[in-house]
T-cell receptor
Framework: GAGVSQSPSNKVTEKGKDVELRCDPI?????LYWYRQSLGQGLEFLIY????????KSGLPSDRFSAERTGGSVSTLTIQRTQQEDSAVYLC????????????FGPGTRLTVT | DAKTTQPTSMDCAEGRAANLPCNHS???????VYWYRQIHSQGPQYIIH???NNETNEMASLIITEDRKSSTLILPHATLRDTAVYYC?????????????FGEGTQLTVNP
């Protein structure tokens, strides 16, 4: 079946611009995660959605970052007033209900802020 | 969460079995063993998980010792595309909202 998809695959933006990154999780998966990974670094958790519950936003690095998940499916991560340190690969993952360590990742969006 | 120990690197010949060990001597009774891998420039990929019985899927087999203090991930016929960093993690399985964190993992290099 279809896996997690993300768009765009690559995004180059100028410092100070806003960007939106999209994630389509696997159908039927109730949980959705956003992570980011800088070159050669580990995974950095950003935000987690589970069904209709309030999201866990504890990993968002600043108030320039926000995310929403509409209809329990598609999610959008928005970064306002982008900075060069925001450059990274942004990864989305989804998992089945109460199997949160079985996460399926999308291909990621490579964000470059110039 | 139980700590895991993996070798830093391993080599394997293409077409042969790759056996990746993981020690988790402090594992608790309700903790599962999960394996992920990350191929260069790609996102992490879930491989397999198990509690105490051996598990097999289309990607790999997971052998867990009877005392559950160690496990081995087996790629039965390694290909060049299996070159990646392999991560073993131990966590309570039936849970929600758990963020993934990886340790150092094992860099597996499959050689032609």
């Amino acid at each position: 079946g279809a896996g997690v998809s993300q768009s765009p695959s690559n995004k180059v933006t100028e410092k100070g611009k806003d960007v939106e990154l999209r994630c389509d999780p696997i159908s039927g998966h109730t949980a959705l995660y956003w992570y980011r990974q800088s070159l050669g670094q580990g995974l950095e958790f950003l935000i987690y959605f589970q069904g209709n519950s309030a999201p866990d936003k504890s990993g968002l690095p600043s108030d320039r970052f926000s995310a929403e998940r509409t209809g329990g499916s598609v999610s959008t991560l928005t970064i306002q007033r982008t900075q060069q340190e925001d450059s990274a690969v942004y990864l989305c993952a989804s998992s089945p209900f109460r199997r949160s360590y079985e996460q399926y990742f999308g291909p990621g969006t490579r964000l470059t802020v110039t | 969460d139980a700590k895991t120990t993996q070798p830093t690197s391993m080599d394997c010949a293409e077409g042969r079995a790759a056996n990746l060990p993981c020690n988790h001597s402090t594992i608790s009774g309700n903790e599962y063993v999960y394996w992920y891998r990350q191929i260069h420039s790609q996102g992490p990929q879930y491989i397999i998980h198990g509690l105490k019985n051996n598990e097999t899927n289309e990607m790999a087999s997971l052998i867990i010792t009877e005392d559950r203090k160690s496990s081995t991930l087996i790629l039965p016929h390694a290909t060049l595309r299996d070159t990646a960093v392999y991560y073993c993690i131990v966590r309570v399985g039936e849970t929600s909202g758990s963020r993934l964190t990886f340790g150092e993992g094992t860099q597996l290099t499959v050689n032609p």
